[in-house]
């Protein structure tokens, strides 16, 4: 049994100088399992008010707080029980465990968790306030310009804290005693200053600009401490200064504390003739904290074109068509999504005995990158958007291409190395494909029906194009040239070894010591005169197997009624490769050990080949 509730309370109003709404919402979900349940209480509000001929000033806020319960109660323990286990003991108490061949698991119930009582809590709260405050003045004198400032302040915070008595949830009744406590908080502020100028001169020429000035700053700091054999079960998480010095653990790995920021200056210019011809143009320029010294700037443009075709003389009286353009463009766009010291290494502690002292030593975790740069797209693109029968049947079709340069991406290296690796630019790569959308309204308010329906068809193909090492392949990262990043380099899967098959004969030349019913790989060695194999299956016959689909897409439709609508959505893909996490050989009900719940399988038997 589980219970969802959703309760929102919204008031809005205004004048012709003013607009506001507030909002109030509660939130609570349970899951399936008992003790795991989420609830969110919501406060929400905008603001725009008018002051005099040319001020105007206004307000978001949107603030949750949060209390998420049970996070850490999982149903592995039940899934991985074989579906004939018996939970209880003869006298029908219930069994604390259920041993099984291989494991033992601990017996889960709704009347187990609640009688748990003091020995066990896990909970997660949060409180988040995200808001943002703009000023506007139009510039006296002169029409068409406005200065705007936009500031954006944000904060979220979390406490999190779990405990778990001796035994529980543990398959040794004698299991010490465990708590943990987190906290995390991530602030963010932001100023963009925005200088507009829009008039339309002649009735025919519309000229748009705008110059903007922008800055932030991000601040993150986590902390976690974790103790043992906590002396009273009252005591949860709350006290953990009370177990025993050695038994209280600060791990280096969950504390962080990183700070970031971006400045950014943009100008941009549009021009449009007559509702029918229009050019845009604009420059850009960022700056990253999180790069390297000499590589933080990055400067990138772009351009567009469209022309409204429906507006020219010979169309204006085509009743079915109401709307026809033609648009193109080109232009960068850049990301900076990196850790904000990725380009400094990292240092991480162990721990060793020197002599008869414990000691903490360190040693070099990441290495680090001063060339380390902006990944940076250009990408041009054509389209066309439509619309029939009053607009009853609109659409766009769009191909574009996009060269993206210094890929950003952490670059795996050697365990030789002594290192685990760096983030580095790393290649490029080039996107290419299309985009087809197309809704239409089949009912349109017949007898109070109304019935929408649309689709859309789109087609990726992605290609690595270079790398910076200048090579072709590099196998210990699964990139190659000419293929998609998204590859599994491994061996193919072409069926299994029966007695039955023409090849049988070569077995224990292509994989010597095999047996019927074993995999069969693909072979791409060479052969002899008498068509024997070369060689033996090897690291050579592995495969770069491509998983990007060849074409991917959705479909939604909504009927309404009066005041009655029902909605459905839904997508497709097809070709490509999906990686099962269940069925996966790290799949925790994929084990195909001891009497445990596991998928069913279609074992290979003599009698059963296929």
């Given amino acids: ?66 209390v998420n319960m049970g996070n850490n ?18 006298d029908g108490t219930m069994k604390r465990i259920v041993k099984m061949p291989l494991d033992d698991q601990f017996v889960y119930s709704r009347e187990i968790i609640a009688g748990l009582g003091d020995q066990w809590i896990d909970q997660s709260k949060a409180f988040g306030s995200y808001n943002t405050v703009y000023g506007e003045i139009k510039i006296p004198y002169v029409d068409g310009l406005k200065l705007r400032t936009n500031v954006g302040a944000n904060i979220r915070t979390t406490n999190g804290g779990s405990y778990t008595g001796q035994g529980v949830f543990a398959t040794n009744a004698t299991t010490p005693s465990s708590a943990t406590i987190s906290n995390s908080l991530n602030t963010n502020w932001a100023v963009e200053n925005l200088l507009t100028y829009d008039h339309l001169f002649a009735e025919k020429h519309q000229i748009n600009a705008v110059a903007m000035y922008s800055a932030e700053k991000t601040m993150y700091n986590r902390s976690q401490i974790s103790a043992t054999d906590i002396p009273s079960d009252a005591l949860q998480f709350y006290n953990l200064g009370q177990a025993p010095g050695d038994k209280v653990t600060i791990n280096p790995d969950y504390q962080d504390y990183q700070v970031s920021g971006l400045m950014s200056w943009m100008g941009r210019i549009m021009y449009a003739y007559d509702t029918r011809y229009m050019i845009s143009a604009t420059f850009r320029t960022d700056a990253s904290s999180r790069l390297a010294e000499g590589h933080k700037w990055h400067p990138y443009y772009a351009v567009s074109a469209g022309w409204n075709i429906k507006n020219e003389s010979f169309l204006k009286d085509v009743d079915w068509l109401d709307a026809l353009k033609l648009r193109a463009g080109y232009g960068q766009t850049s990301n900076q999504a990196v850790a904000p010291y990725a380009t400094l290494g990292r240092l991480s502690t162990r721990q060793y005995n020197f002599g008869t002292t414990y000691s903490t030593g360190y040693y070099v975790s990441q290495l680090p990158n001063t060339n380390l740069g902006w990944e940076y797209s250009e990408t041009m693109n054509f389209g066309v958007d439509f619309g029939f029968f009053k607009n009853r049947l609109t659409g766009s079709f769009e191909y574009y291409q996009t060269k993206t340069k210094d890929i950003l ?112 790989v693909k072979y791409t060695g060479g052969y002899n005169a008498d068509g024997t194999p070369k060689r033996a299956i090897g690291t050579a016959d592995r495969q770069i197997i491509d998983l990007d689909p060849k074409v991917m897409g959705g479909f939604n439709t909504r009927i309404a009624y009066k005041g009655f609508d029902l909605s459905a959505v839904g997508a497709f893909r097809f070709g490509g490769k999906l990686i099962s996490t269940l069925y996966s050989s790290a799949g925790y009900l994929n084990m195909l050990s001891g009497r445990r719940g596991n998928v069913k399988v279609d074992y290979w038997t003599p009698e059963n080949t296929d």
């Avoid at 939130?27 to 002051?51: I, P, T």
């Avoid at 039940?78 to 018996?86: A, Q």
């Avoid at 023409?502 to 995999?519: N, S």
């Fill in 1 to 66: 049994q589980r219970d969802c509730q959703s309760i929102d309370v919204n008031v809005t109003g205004g004048t012709d100088k003013s607009n506001y709404r507030f909002g109030l919402g509660y939130n609570r979900d349970e899951a399936v399992m008992y003790g795991q349940d989420y609830s969110r209480y919501s406060f929400r509000g905008s603001l725009e008010q008018e002051v005099g001929k040319y001020f105007r000033f206004g307000f978001t806020t949107n603030n949750n707080y949060s």
């Fill in 409 to 520: 991406l952490g670059l795996s290296l050697p365990s030789t190395s002594g290192v685990s690796g760096y983030t580095a630019n790393i290649g490029q790569t080039q996107n290419k494909g299309f985009e087809f959308a197309l809704n239409g309204v089949i009912l349109e308010n017949v007898g109070g029906f109304t019935w929408d329906a649309g689709v859309n068809l789109y087609s990726n193909k992605n290609e690595l194009t270079a790398l910076a090492s200048g090579q072709d392949r590099d196998e210990n990262n699964w990139w190659f040239k000419g293929h998609s990043l998204n590859v599994v380099y491994d061996y193919e899967k072409v069926g299994l070894w029966n007695e039955s098959d023409a090849d049988y004969k070569y077995l224990q030349t292509l994989v010597p010591g095999g047996h019927a019913g074993m995999i069969k």
């Fill in 73 to 90: 109660l999982g149903l592995y323990g039940v899934l991985s029980m074989s579906p004939i286990t018996n939970p209880y003991n003869t």
